[in-house]
């Protein structure tokens, strides 16, 4: 598909849609390490997609009776995005999420710009201009400074283990993902996202059935409730339709840089809630990113 002219407003433009998504997916960070033992990780991803369908369907239904012989043509497509970008992906990053350390997480994830890049240049012959790998090394160093402390001996300790693997392989699919929606059907966004969620959703129903029957159930506890609730405006709503209209402003190269800005939201959010003071590597980082976004965008 190719990429949308841009609009006025705040849907057209690319860099505050990203910079929102990212946002959200910060505090889904957050959301995924706090529940983690609490909450059954693949029950929390079904309902955050079915739930997600059953809300936006009241709203886009004249949108999906217009876009529906599109939708019938291209369905296949919509598979393989919901599959790859919505089920398979959200119940990768919270199992993964209950299996490693934060420090890990935060590492693997500076890597998905550099991942969404190579996706782009195997499966479309994308080209980065010197802009974008600049942006991406720029940010990536500074992303590495938060994490590290401006101290390389953090680094040197760093493990894999079953949860950086899944996050790892995770990452990938998410560059694939990203890489993929050129190919998305120029339906009306509100009815992509619909079927996005809603084929994502039905598509766990097996897995959330299988994790029922293992005891972890969910609990009617206000830490559920809340992750519900959460994941499912914020991290899958908000996030993945200001991503995915970020991605078709811009392209999937220039918006994966945008990623980097999660380390600078998380710090900043664990600051507000949890009372840890702002540091001097954390300022260092911060200008890192934000001159390797730059850099990208204007890429």
């Not at 980065?128 to 720029?138: C, F, P, T």
């Not at 890192?288 to 204007?298: D, K």
């Amino acid at each position: 598909m190719p990429a949308a002219k841009p609009r006025g407003g705040l849907w057209g433009n690319a860099y505050l849609l990203l910079a929102l998504g990212s946002l959200c997916w910060s505090g889904n960070h957050l959301m995924g390490r706090a529940i983690t033992g609490h909450v059954p990780p693949l029950a929390l991803t079904t309902l955050r997609w079915l739930l997600a369908a059953a809300i936006l369907f009241p709203f886009i239904r004249g949108y999906l009776v217009r876009d529906w012989p599109l939708i019938r043509r291209h369905f296949g497509v919509l598979v393989y995005l919901a599959l790859i970008g919505g089920a398979v992906f959200g119940a990768l990053q919270f199992v993964g999420l209950q299996l490693t350390t934060a420090l890990n997480v935060s590492v693997m994830n500076s890597l998905a710009p550099v991942f969404i890049a190579v996706a782009g240049a195997v499966m479309f012959r994308d080209r980065l201009s010197a802009g974008q790998v600049a942006g991406i090394v720029i940010s990536l160093l500074g992303v590495l400074a938060i994490i590290s402390k401006l101290d390389p001996g953090v680094l040197t300790h760093f493990a894999f283990n079953i949860g950086d693997i899944l996050i790892l392989s995770n990452l990938v699919l998410w560059a694939v993902y990203s890489a993929s929606l050129r190919w998305r059907p120029a339906i009306h966004p509100a009815s992509f996202m619909f079927m996005f969620c809603l084929i994502a959703g039905v598509a766990m129903l097996p897995l959330f059935a299988w994790e029922h029957t293992t005891g972890f159930v969910l609990q009617p506890t206000l830490l559920t409730v809340s992750a519900i609730v959460f994941v499912t405006i914020f991290s899958t709503i908000v996030a993945f339709a200001t991503w995915t209209r970020g991605v078709e402003l811009i392209g999937p190269n220039r918006a994966g840089v945008f990623l980097h800005l999660i380390p600078i939201f998380t710090a900043l959010l664990t600051g507000v809630l949890l009372g840890e003071p702002l540091m001097g590597y954390h300022v260092a980082g911060f200008a890192l990113i934000l001159t390797g976004v730059w850099c990208a965008a204007r890429g």
